[in-house]
């Protein structure tokens, strides 16, 4: 059986998660880890926009903003 994987979408509020991997290329890439996003990187989502995206994470105690399209190429365990 093969194990789910989770992404930074599936990470309930308030509840911490570690960075797992990074599933882009190129400058998004480039971008999300110029943030602080790298492997196990604490992240907590805190606040859900009234749309549902994007969605506010700490990291590294910085509030960031992250689009749903990108948080779903970010791999977590919790």
Avoid: W
């Amino acid at each position: 059986m093969k194990q789910e994987e989770n992404t930074l979408i599936d990470l309930p509020l308030h509840t911490k998660g570690y960075i797992e991997k990074i599933n882009c290329t190129g400058n998004i890439k480039r971008r999300l880890l110029d943030l602080g996003l790298i492997e196990n990187t604490a992240i907590t989502p805190i606040l859900v926009s009234p749309s549902g995206d994007p969605r506010a994470f700490v990291v590294r105690n910085t509030l960031l903003a992250i689009r749903k399209e990108d948080a779903t190429l970010i791999k977590i365990h919790f």
